[in-house]
């Protein structure tokens, strides 16, 4: 391999510029040529390459979003899209790709990779919805923004003696809310893992206020259920009529914390010195703090498993 790009893909998260910055300045390190594509595949079939040095990367490992931009492109669907795409790359001499985003984004690499170009996925999402990885890059960010967004909800509630819904995002993925939910003390957290009985949600909600409690904050993952139905579904239970706060975007925005930002370099410049030991067709992630290689197949065909501990332990401090 002499010859990289490398490409940001699907739903941006914070640390894909963390992540591009370390893909660029390692392949530069060990001597290779790299190239930016503008707005993942779409941009790759427009031939939207430019190359990169050392001070294009410069000043973005603390910026959310991704300098390279992204989309989602039905052409590369396509098996002549993902001709097109490997002629694009094989025209530039390019013969290694990184390409940082979801599930989509992998199996996008995974085509790449069976046309001859050597590919490597990175996690690049705040869902930590891919499995063969303990984090992705942009979850840790997400979750300290949903639990500073509940630290100032649960402040309101107290005074007011309130309940509260958040929605919070993650797609099928019911990490963030477990995340945040156990960091943030939240009462309930309803994941799309888990089957949950509104009965029961509302019943121990009513009991904790006769109870003497102040306040009690629900977390429920978009996958699972919205927030506005949760609300609706407690007030015809038990007539208490919680606010229902839904997070969306600026999950997705914002710095990324230093965890995001030291995974993001890590596995960047890990995908860098795959591709030069001529591995392709792998998704780069982190084990117990060791970084691991897993076919792409294997990645897109398994379902991550959930973190049933985590979420027994909320379950045992919530009461
Ligand atoms: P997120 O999880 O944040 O949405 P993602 O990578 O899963 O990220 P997708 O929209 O699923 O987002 O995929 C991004 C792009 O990857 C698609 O627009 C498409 O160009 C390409 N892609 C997705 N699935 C495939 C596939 N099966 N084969 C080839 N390319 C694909």
Do not use: W
């Not at 509630?157 to 960091?183: K, N, P």
């Not at 065909?301 to 045992?316: E, I």
């Amino acid at each position: 391999v002499k010859s990289i790009a490398v490409l940001t893909s699907g739903g941006d998260s914070q640390g894909m510029n963390a992540a591009v910055r370390a893909v660029v300045r390692s392949a530069l390190y060990h001597g290779l040529e790299v190239y930016g594509v503008q707005r993942g595949y779409q941009g790759l079939l427009n031939n939207d390459l430019r190359q990169m040095d050392l001070r294009s990367v410069g000043d973005i490992i603390q910026r959310g979003g991704t300098i390279l931009q992204t989309a989602r492109c039905k052409e590369f669907l396509t098996p002549e899209g993902q001709q097109k795409g490997a002629e694009v790359l094989r025209e530039r001499g390019i013969d290694g790709l990184v390409v940082i985003g979801g599930d989509g984004s992998y199996q996008g690499a995974n085509k790449l990779c069976k046309l001859g170009i050597k590919t490597m996925g990175l996690p690049g999402t705040i869902d930590n919805d891919i499995p063969f990885t303990d984090y992705t890059i942009g979850f840790d960010t997400s979750v300290s923004i949903v639990v500073d967004a509940i630290n100032k909800l649960r402040d309101t509630m107290t005074s007011h003696e309130r309940s509260s819904v958040v929605e919070v995002m993650g797609r099928h993925c019911g990490d963030i809310a477990l995340y945040a939910g156990l960091a943030s003390g939240a009462e309930t957290i309803i994941v799309p893992e888990v089957p949950f009985d509104l009965d029961q949600v509302a019943n121990r909600m009513k009991e904790n206020f006769s109870s003497g409690k102040r306040h009690s904050i629900i977390v429920v993952a978009e996958g699972a259920a919205s927030g506005e139905d949760i609300g609706k579904g407690i007030t015809e239970r038990c007539g208490m009529e919680p606010r229902v706060t839904v997070l969306g975007h600026i999950q997705r925005g914002g710095t990324p914390t230093h965890n995001d930002r030291i995974l993001a370099s890590q596995l960047g410049d890990f995908a860098v010195r795959k591709l030069m030991e001529g591995d392709s067709g792998k998704g780069c992630g982190i084990i117990r703090g060791e970084l691991v290689v897993t076919d792409i197949d294997k990645v897109v065909n398994t379902k991550k498993p959930f973190n049933m501990d985590l979420y027994n332990l909320a379950l045992r401090l919530s009461q």
